[in-house]
């Protein structure tokens, strides 16, 4: 039998239209933050194939690429990694049943983890990644214990195997909240940190034994002190919620003490214990808008904490604002812009919210610089990403340019002309 | 105090005096001075100051390259490219590269009422006892010595009406500020400004009531408000009937009062200004109904996230608007955020506010500003500099019943001023310089200018001040 020349046409022309959309997205003439030793390069092309950069370069043919984004005037960056929030994880904060992100369950401690319970389907996902979020180091929020549980990066990709790290870092407290959660006192709190992370060593000595219940009775539930394996081994940090200057400080001896690897969370002091902090090599999470001296324990909150931080040599990550750090996680580009307009310099700020996450949290092997190899997770705005008057363009993951829509984009457009005559329910 | 200042200021009492002295009673109306909480704010010293060679956002719509701006007596005295020479001991100041803006006005605040430190033994802001607590002003929970109107002002910020919470259908009266500390509430009273009534629709008194005799849904809470304005009307009319029977030198016994009704007796006289806490645009929509049914008006609706549905409805019943930037979901009534909701409903005509209801919000509200404007450019909508600078301006001076004497840079209105290092729209600009009724203070440049409150005295460092 004489193959079918217009079936073999076809299934070819499939293959290859397959291939083309696979690959082929070039920038053009664009400003390249790539946050490498290159710097900022200007009037740059990006090729991206197959999910990866290609090739960063002036001139570069456009030949079989599917799209090209023309990028003069724009400027290109790692997509952003929000850190400390629950995006996929809460939908509407004041509806418990559309909250994933808090635990008061006892058996779970240390051991929680938000990992398979992400929903990509949430309205925050598009309308963080609209903004410029491509991924997010999400965190439980305190429970019932002082190890509130496993941070976990996800993408915001869409797609349903989303974990780019299951188990990142372990997210624990002290300071007043800790204080209360331990009974009433901030020496209770550190002695039960100092407890369960002895004890994980003890359970890693002697796990069988442990297993088999023919050991003495230890601090924390096996599961929990499984998941501090981790943390006593190195692998991952243990994040803290902390503020005051004299609690960071006594947090910096506990690391010491137990060998472990320290993150330190809020920080509202840590200006005042810089140099200790960069000698620790201990990073410091938190928001450069926030400058209100909040409670007892966050009085030395000031506006140009992280330009301190930085210019101390400890490396600082930011947040979005407060409690929309969630639901706008992308505004920690308005809060690294405040950053700037504090003493933060630019450069450091722009890493503070893309490559200085991804390596403290491990993910940063290919995610958080624009050079070839490295996976295609870009942003092209049109301005500079630090003013609050700029926007994405384009937003790409994995190598493909997603849906500039969201459900607020498309209620905008919905009632954008009021004096349309059209009942809005049967609008768009 | 400069005598032309004064002579204007004692002209006002002499009015409001005669007023008052025809026995006129006026609920709900600010104490003349002398009177149980009157202002006692009092513009400080200040010698003429000529600022040259600015950009100036004039807060009228105006845009101005290379202009001046005179401030004397407290005023603005004068504005545009050509003032002259100026009078001698005038403070000549070249503001090549700065933008001038009207003083920052915040719609929506909570300083003073929940104070930082952000502790239980001073949270005076809500008072969650029952739905209907017209009866509590807000200026009683007031703590002058808030460490965040330093930072309030370090950002512009000039003046602002402090609200009750939302807790309750009708929280109580708002009083409007000047950011000057003062030893008591007082002494930062905005003289002459209206009260307002804070309301509150929606999810906030049913999750605060439902449990706890209601109301408990939507209806209950329309129910609610309704019974409270059928009580203050016949309030009203009891003191109406006196009044009359004294015009008529019928004598007779004044009713009692009630601090409840009074309140919102003077909401229906007109003297009393509606800042009505309401997310959704159908409920708006209720709300403006049942100020129809008792006959008064709803000055602004506060936190509107779906203001944008009704723009129209919004503009043809001449109500603003108070809205965030951007904020959403951390309650379902604020899930249909978008970010153009500031451009289209000022598209649509209506009073346009962008108002902060945070302590750090309020230091960036020309950084939310800018958000909204980019957000409108983008989506079609031509809005400037000049416009957007309005939304934390004269509009919310509007609301607040304030925009006589500020909200912009007009000869004769309150030398209220801030003066920024660059474009104000720009995440990269601060403010350099704050007048208030003409008198520096605030200088970016001048630790001797800037303000601290008593809390920020000697704590971290005995000798120093909070950083």
């Given amino acids: ?428 | 105090m400069n005598t032309r200042f004064s002579s204007k200021a004692g002209l006002l009492l002499l009015v409001t005096g005669l007023l008052a002295a025809c026995g006129e009673h006026e609920q709900g109306e600010q104490p003349e001075e002398g009177a149980a909480f009157a202002s006692s704010y009092e513009a400080p010293l200040s010698q003429p100051v000529l600022l040259t060679n600015a950009t100036i956002l004039d807060g009228e719509g105006g845009l101005l390259e290379n202009a001046s701006l005179l401030l004397q007596d407290g005023k603005i005295a004068g504005i545009g490219q050509d003032l002259g020479e100026p009078e001698e001991g005038t403070r000549v100041i070249d503001a090549k590269g700065k933008w001038i803006t009207p003083g920052i006005i915040d719609a929506h605040s909570h300083l003073g009422v929940y104070p930082a430190p952000g502790v239980a033994t001073s949270a005076d802001g809500n008072e969650m006892t029952k739905p209907v607590t017209a009866d509590v002003w807000a200026e009683h929970s007031v703590w002058p010595q808030d460490p965040q109107f330093a930072l309030a002002l370090a950002a512009g910020v000039t003046s602002m009406q402090i609200l009750p919470g939302s807790a309750n259908l009708i929280g109580g009266r708002s009083v409007t500020l000047k950011n000057k500390y003062g030893r008591s509430v007082m002494d930062m009273k905005f003289p002459g400004a209206p009260y307002g009534l804070k309301m509150a629709c929606g999810e906030n008194p049913k999750r605060v009531y439902g449990e706890k005799g209601g109301p408990m849904t939507r209806m209950g809470n329309v129910a609610g408000y309704r019974a409270a304005w059928i009580e203050a009307a016949a309030y009203k009319k009891s003191w109406d009937d006196y009044q009359a029977s004294l015009d008529e030198e019928l004598g007779g016994e004044p009713p009692t009062r009630d601090l409840r009704l009074e309140t919102l007796a003077g909401v229906l006289s007109g003297n009393i200004l509606v800042h009505n806490h309401c997310y959704r645009a159908d409920e708006m929509a209720v709300m403006l109904e049942v100020a129809k049914e008792f006959g008064y008006k709803i000055t602004a609706f506060h936190h509107a996230v779906e203001a944008y549905k009704i723009a129209d409805l919004l503009a043809e019943n001449d109500v603003c608007a108070a809205l965030w930037a951007d904020w959403w979901g951390f309650k379902q009534e604020a899930y249909d955020s978008v970010r153009e909701n500031v451009a289209m409903v000022d598209a649509a005509g209506a009073c346009a506010i962008v108002h902060s209801d945070s302590a750090v919000g309020i230091q960036h509200l020309n950084q939310e500003a800018a958000k909204s404007m980019a957000a409108g450019r983008k989506a079609g909508m031509g809005v400037g500099p000049e416009r957007a600078i309005q939304w934390i301006t004269l509009n919310p001076a509007k609301a607040l019943g304030i925009a006589e004497q500020t909200g912009s840079l007009v000869t004769g209105k309150m030398a209220d001023v801030a003066v920024w290092n660059g474009n104000p729209f720009s995440v990269y600009s601060k403010v350099d310089r704050v007048y208030i009724d003409g008198a520096l203070a605030y200088d970016r440049s001048n630790p001797a200018r800037q303000p601290h409150s008593d809390f920020d005295l000697g704590i971290l460092d005995p000798e120093g001040e909070r950083p």
Avoid at chain 1, 48 to 73: P, Y
Avoid at chain 1, 132 to 153: E, I, K, M, N, W
Avoid at chain 1, 194 to 219: F, M, P
Avoid at chain 1, 250 to 276: F, H, N, T, Y
């Fill in chain 1, 1 to 428: 039998m004489r193959p079918n020349r217009k079936l073999i046409t076809t299934a070819l022309l499939a293959l290859l239209s397959c291939a083309a959309h696979a690959e082929g997205l070039l920038i053009k003439n664009a400003t390249v933050q790539t946050l490498t030793a290159q710097g900022e390069l200007q009037n740059t092309d990006v090729l991206i194939e197959n999910g990866r950069i290609k090739a960063i370069g002036k001139g570069i043919q456009s030949a079989g690429v599917e799209r090209t984004i023309d990028g003069k005037g724009k400027v290109v960056t790692p997509g952003i990694m929000a850190v400390f929030n629950q995006i996929g994880i809460r939908e509407i904060d004041a509806l418990e049943n559309t909250v994933d992100g808090v635990s008061q369950n006892e058996a779970f401690g240390a051991s929680f983890s938000l990992a398979e319970v992400f929903n990509p389907y949430s309205t925050l996902v598009p309308h963080n990644r609209i903004h410029g979020v491509t991924r997010t180091l999400v965190t439980p929020y305190p429970g019932h214990d002082l190890f509130a549980g496993q941070a976990t990066v996800f993408s915001l990709s869409g797609e349903h195997t989303p974990i780019l790290k299951r188990t990142a870092a372990i997210y624990a407290q002290f300071g007043e909240r800790g204080a209360a959660m331990a009974g009433g006192s901030r020496a209770a709190a550190l002695m039960q940190l100092d407890k369960a992370l002895d004890d994980a060593r003890e359970y890693a000595e002697n796990r069988d034994a442990i297993r088999r219940g023919e050991w003495r009775e230890l601090s924390l539930p096996s599961d929990d002190l499984e998941a501090l394996l981790d943390l006593i081994d190195g692998k991952i940090p243990l994040v803290v919620g902390v503020e005051r200057a004299s609690d960071i400080v006594a947090l910096l001896r506990l690391a010491r003490k137990q060998d472990i690897r320290l993150v330190i969370a809020g920080g509202a002091e840590a200006w005042m214990v810089a140099e200790q902090l960069a000698k620790a090599k201990v990073p410091v999470i938190l928001d450069p808008m926030d400058n209100i001296p909040g409670s007892f324990e966050s009085l030395g909150q000031r506006a140009n904490n992280s330009a301190l931080l930085h210019k101390a040599g400890v490396e600082v990550i930011f947040t979005g604002p407060g409690f929309q750090s969630s639901h706008n996680a992308f505004l920690v580009r308005q809060a690294a812009g405040n950053a700037v307009a504090n003493g933060m310099p630019y450069e450091a700020a722009l890493k503070a919210f893309t490559q200085n996450p991804a390596r403290i949290f491990g993910v940063a092997s290919d995610y958080g610089r624009i050079a070839p190899g490295m996976n295609a997770e870009l942003v092209v705005w049109d301005g500079d990403p630090l003013e609050v008057t700029t926007e994405p363009v384009q937003v790409i993951i994995d190598g493909k340019a997603v849906t500039m829509v969201s459900r607020a984009t498309r209620l905008r457009d919905r009632y954008m002309d009021i004096t349309n005559q059209k009942e809005p329910a049967y609008r768009n």
